[in-house]
């Protein structure tokens, strides 16, 4: 089984920045694509952000250019740096992993409790 804990949720003004970080433990053997996702109350949850292990990384048009991913590999953990902050980006941000275990052939997802990001005007 793996965990994952998101950390750095909060409230900002308008333009402001935050960075999340969601950490992965547990028996882990192989996490492959990581990501970021977010979900407002009554939509369905989108994709923010991807990561490969490689670092090659995708995002959703609406943040191109102001939210950043990484991860550390060593650490099994991904980061959202979000800059220039609007209020259109409100929502609760769920961090997902891709991980397959040592006897599995396949990968299972797993998926973060959420943290929420509140963007004042």
């Known amino acids: 089984q793996v965990q994952l804990v998101e950390s750095g949720g909060g409230l900002v003004q308008g333009g402001g920045s935050l960075r999340l970080s969601c950490a992965a433990s547990?028996?882990?053997?192989?996490?492959?694509?990581m990501a970021w996702y977010r979900q407002v109350p009554g939509n369905e949850r989108e994709l923010v952000a991807s990561?490969?292990?490689?670092?090659?990384?995708n995002y959703a048009d609406s943040v191109k250019g102001r939210l950043t991913i990484s991860r550390d590999n060593a650490k099994n953990t991904v980061y959202l740096q979000m800059d220039s902050l609007k209020v259109a980006d409100t929502a609760v941000y769920y961090c997902?992993?891709?991980?397959?275990?040592?006897?599995?052939?396949?990968?299972?997802?797993?998926w973060g409790q959420g943290t929420q990001v509140t963007v004042s005007s």
């Open positions: 997902a992993a891709d991980h397959r275990d040592r006897l599995a052939g396949s990968f299972r997802r797993y």
């Open positions: 990561i490969l292990v490689g670092g090659t990384a």
């Open positions: 547990g028996t882990i053997f192989i996490i492959a694509n």
